[in-house]
């Protein structure tokens, strides 16, 4: 089945306590995205990927570090997470930029 | 760059009504128009989109329509069903060097029995 997945799906954390959230995508696609979801204001980006080894900042990256050593994998790191990233954050993946983005089920992040 | 503003926030029908939520953006070099529809406790999942060189597009009880000179779209649902209960968003293209989407704010749909 074509699928994104997340994991965890629910983290609680504390804030300066590192932590990574992973994608993954059974598709071969070569264009990959994080976005943060928060009651108001809709989607907004973090980082991107348009293919391996290139990453690019979003319009909120602050705070938040990204990789991709595979095609199929993107991770979202928060090296030292605060209170303002509780959020619900969603891993995309199209075949390019142009092209059907198709999401993972969430992460609900809780730093207390 | 490009904006994207999302009305009604809220909107509640009753089964078998319609409902139309409209979304109006900022570039005009915007050319294509995804909708998402969230439901509790997933992700987002296209329902339908729209190129800009057409005007409007129908997949049975949905439809989008676009109008590039208002630069507006809308989504329209016909005979709701309770279980098109969830949370939509649109989305229009932005091109900065490579094509991003830029999302709504969501509408929260209630299709009440």
């Known amino acids: 089945e074509a699928q994104v997945t997340q994991n965890p799906r629910y983290l609680i954390t504390v804030t300066g306590k590192k932590l990574t959230v992973t994608c993954s995508q059974n598709m071969n696609h070569e264009y990959m995205s994080w976005y943060r979801q928060d009651p108001g204001l809709g989607l907004r980006q973090i980082y991107y990927s348009m293919n391996v080894e290139v990453t690019d900042k979003g319009d909120v990256p602050e705070g938040y570090k990204v990789s991709r050593k595979e095609k199929r994998n993107f991770p979202l790191i928060l090296e030292s997470p605060s209170p303002n990233q509780t959020s619900l954050y969603f891993c995309a993946s199209s075949r390019t930029s142009e092209e059907t983005q198709y999401f993972g089920p969430g992460t609900r992040l809780l730093v207390l | 760059g490009e904006n994207v503003e999302q009305h009604p926030s809220t909107l509640s029908v009753q089964e078998g009504d319609s409902a139309v939520i409209k979304c109006t953006y900022s570039?005009?070099?915007?050319?294509?128009f995804p909708w998402y529809k969230q439901e509790l406790g997933k992700g987002p999942q296209l329902i339908i989109d729209?190129?800009?060189?057409?005007g409007e597009k129908k997949d049975q009880r949905i439809a989008v329509t676009l109008n590039k000179t208002a630069k507006h779209f809308s989504l329209h649902i016909t005979e709701t069903q309770p279980e098109d209960s969830a949370v939509y968003f649109c989305a229009a293209s932005w091109r900065t060097g490579f094509q991003k989407l830029v999302f709504g704010t969501g509408t929260r749909l209630l299709v009440s029995p």
């Open positions: 729209i190129r800009s060189n057409v």
């Open positions: 570039d005009s070099a915007s050319n294509y």
